[in-house]
């Protein structure tokens, strides 16, 4: 099976500009979730979805960060404007929560670079 | 809300033993552990349950002492490939955060010949 597929792999751009970051979970995982890494943070949770619905957005930085998971195949996290402090990796996941635990399996990240 | 990894690195020689220490200050429900390489994502190695066992992972093996909420991850007899960043993720013993993992600051593991 495919696993978490994320877009762009690299992606630079000049501050101000709006970055769109994509996702395709691993198929029929029911949780979503969007990470950012930093040297200075670490892995750094923004959001998580469950069934397609915002569980918890209380990791998003500030307003000009957005996300959606219009259906259970693809979600979005956008950032408009982006700023160089906004340069970092992230990671889109995805997990199946069964009564045994949920493993998360990340994607291979975004390399976002404002400049 | 993060848990605390130590130490922050460690250098070992193959075959060596190390030990990387995860605590919380919250009940949990599970703890998780990951190793990343540079430039990559990070990869699932194991998941410890409340109540669980032991897991291991060829020679690398943890353990979950819920008394005092930490989670101590050991690599036995360390080869290069150990070589990475280990993270611990946990997810605390609340029904609002099901599935919400949440990861230490990570600790750098450098193998040496």
């Known amino acids: 099976d495919a696993g978490v597929i994320q877009s762009p792999r690299h992606e630079v751009t000049e501050m101000g500009q709006e970055v769109t970051l994509r996702c395709k979970p691993i198929?029929?995982?029911?949780?979503l979730f969007w990470y950012r890494q930093t040297m200075m943070r670490g892995l750094e949770l923004l959001i998580y979805f469950n069934n397609n619905v915002p569980i918890d957005d209380s990791g998003m930085p500030e307003d000009r960060f957005s996300a959606k998971m219009p259906n259970a195949s693809f979600s979005t996290l956008k950032i408009q404007p982006s700023e160089p402090r906004d340069s970092a990796v992230y990671f889109c996941?995805?997990?199946?929560?069964?009564?045994?635990?949920?493993?998360?399996?990340f994607g291979e990240g975004s390399w976002l670079t404002v400049v | 809300q993060q848990p605390v990894q130590s130490p922050q690195a460690v250098i070992l020689r193959e075959g060596e033993d190390a030990v990387i220490n995860c605590s919380s200050s919250k009940a949990l429900y599970s703890v998780h552990w990951y190793r990343q390489k540079h430039g990559e994502a990070p990869v699932f190695l194991m998941i410890?349950?409340?109540?669980?066992e032991q897991k291991g992972h060829e020679k690398i093996s943890a353990s979950f002492n819920e008394k005092k909420q930490q989670s101590s991850l050991y690599l036995t007899a360390s080869q290069l490939s150990y070589s990475g960043t280990y993270f611990c993720g946990t997810e605390k013993l609340k029904a609002d955060s099901w599935g919400k993992l949440q990861f230490g600051a990570g600790t750098q593991v450098v193998v040496t010949p």
């Open positions: 410890l349950l409340k109540g669980g």
């Open positions: 996941a995805s997990s199946l929560v069964q009564a045994v635990g949920n493993t998360i399996y």
């Open positions: 198929s029929g995982h029911d949780y």
